[in-house]
């Protein structure tokens, strides 16, 4: 593991001394949000494929709910049902959840990098690392302890915390829509049956976005560079992958 690390902070560095002519002191926050571009570029196929298949599911709405009138006192015959439709349309159920999944190795390195004081038994240089005076290994409660929540590394938090409310808020608005258009909301599961607890989940769906504020006040604040970045561009990504289906099913907003 040791060496992994190593070999992780030696990426981060080499991207940092090769962003400093453009980026000076800033450089390794900034080559935490290249980082995290690349990051994102290479599970966006997942995410165009996860975007297809919550059209196709979308689409299929009607063709389920004949199903639940058909076999919805039968759950065993019923579940066998959706499986050959999903089948015979290639949906994935679990499609959506890739993306996310495949992001979160990525965001716990960068925790654990700037958690550290050593990386493989040697002082872990990158922590020396500074955004506009706010230290990359430290978090919130350090900055408002150092000038509070206007001083200058307090500063650097009230930003990230703007972009996270202007991206939540953005989200906010678009599920609201999404769930508007389209009221067919997965309330029951593959046996036709009502699922417990998914009909308040639904309605917390909108604001689910509003989290990330949570995260990025914990985390280091290289951590927090990831996440903003990383929930800014899936907000993006699904602006532009779902801009045809303005009704294309609320999916759960993540952290990346």
């Known amino acids: 593991m040791s060496v992994f690390m190593s070999a992780f902070a030696a990426l981060v560095g080499a991207l940092a001394d090769a962003l400093e002519p453009l980026f000076q002191t800033a450089s390794a926050a900034a080559a935490i949000v290249l980082f995290t571009a690349l990051v994102r570029l290479a599970v966006h196929p997942l995410s165009r494929a996860a975007a297809r298949g919550q059209k196709a599911r979308t689409r299929l709405q009607p063709q389920i709910a004949e199903l639940r009138k058909k076999h919805g006192k039968n759950p065993e015959r019923m579940q066998r049902a959706l499986m050959e439709l999903h089948k015979k349309e290639k949906v994935s159920p679990l499609s959506g959840c890739l993306p996310s999944l495949l992001q979160m190795p990525a965001f716990f390195l960068l925790y654990h990098l700037f958690s550290s004081g050593t990386i493989g038994d040697e002082p872990n240089e990158l922590l020396g690392h500074q955004l506009l005076g706010a230290p990359l290994g430290e978090r919130w409660h350090d900055a408002l302890s150092h000038g509070g929540p206007f001083g200058e590394q307090g500063l650097v938090y009230l ?5 996270v409310v202007a991206v ?4 906010y608005r678009r599920t609201k829509q999404q769930m508007a258009a389209n009221p067919v909301t997965p309330t029951t599961g593959p046996d036709g049956q009502p ?3 998914m009909g308040a989940m639904t309605k917390l769906m909108p604001l689910m976005s509003f989290a990330t504020l949570f995260t990025v006040a914990v985390v280091p604040l290289a951590a927090a560079l990831y996440v903003v ?3 800014t561009w899936t907000a993006v990504e699904r602006a532009f992958l779902y801009r045809d289906v303005p009704a294309a099913g609320a999916a759960a907003v993540t952290t990346g």
């Open 159 to 163: 930003g990230l915390f703007a972009i």
């Open 168 to 171: 939540a808020t953005f989200n």
């Open 195 to 197: 699922v417990p607890g």
């Open 229 to 231: 970045t990383s929930t």
